[in-house]
């Protein structure tokens, strides 16, 4: 297993140790890559000098640069702020900007499932070099590496993650699935379609949104086969049954818009027409079952 020791912002740390989210978002101001973890790896948290010490950690799910807004739509206070604008002025502090510029991109590792240490359970840093600035990389296979990921592992084989989540964590050397929230749902939908609507190709990204095919009201998962990106108002169609998407990828505009609203033409213009956007890795592609299951289940034909 890999594992990523990385420099983290004292207050972003407190913040978020203070709650009990499901996911956070650490992100860096310059939207510099990450490419350490794969999905599933280890992401500790270590404080700035003089508390030389890991405090916690997460599962890696992805590396995305986001505009600010967006990565406050999809993570509100699990960016580790309270409020938007408080977010920006953390920004502006680590780019040493009096001002938020336009266009501004933020590099966002997104973890789920985090967990924290309690004061006296903070580990020591391992051999580290004062020149390190973001952090480093260490594997189960050396032995500075096997020793972190069992310090971290007594520490949190009996912690309860969420009041939502009913295991226990089972932490263990493997590369077994954890839970996703809704925020790191939205991004890998969003980056999965190419930040473009799957009906329109329409890329202006603030009025694109992830869609469940299966609600999450219903038992369906922040899972990237769950989801399709689409423009808000198609958004709000799919959800209350105007349109879906059938089995093939082809669209269906239900009779009932018209019924219901007098109008619509500027929807059953796609009745019949396939996704002009689906994503490009196959493991990514929504679910046919979903797919089905929407098509029946709410659908209004």
Known sequence: MNIYVGVTDNGWYKYL????????????????????LNENDLFLFKLHSPYNFIVGGGFFVKFSVLPPF?????????????????LLKSINKYRNRNNIEKNIQIGCTILTEPFWFSEDEWIPIPEWSKSIVRGKKYTTDTYDGKRLFNLVQERVSNTVINESI????????????HRLGQGAFRVLVTDAYQRRC?????????????AHIIPYSKDGEHIVTNGLL??????????????????????????????DYGNGKDYYKYHGQ?????????REMPDKEFLEWHNEKIYLG
Not at 17 to 36: C, I, L, M, Q, Y
Not at 71 to 86: I, P, R, V
Not at 167 to 174: A, G, I, K
Not at 274 to 282: A, D, M, T
Request: glycine content about 6%.
């Open 17 to 36: 140790k203070s709650h009990d989210f499901d996911e956070v978002n650490f992100w860096n101001p310059g939207g510099t890559p990450f490419r350490a």
């Open 70 to 86: 967006l990565a406050w739509e999809a993570f509100g206070e699990k960016n580790g702020t309270q409020s938007y604008d408080e």
């Open 166 to 177: 009913d295991d226990v964590l089972r932490f263990t050397e493997s590369s077994s699935k």
């Open 198 to 210: 799957a009906i329109t190709g329409e890329k202006t990204l603030p009025v694109l949104e992830a």
């Open 230 to 259: 689409l423009k808000s108002d198609f958004h709000t169609l799919f959800d209350d049954g105007y349109i879906t998407v059938t089995s093939d990828y082809h669209i269906e505009v239900s009779k009932r818009l018209y019924l």
């Open 274 to 282: 396939k996704l002009v956007i689906l994503p490009k890795q196959s």
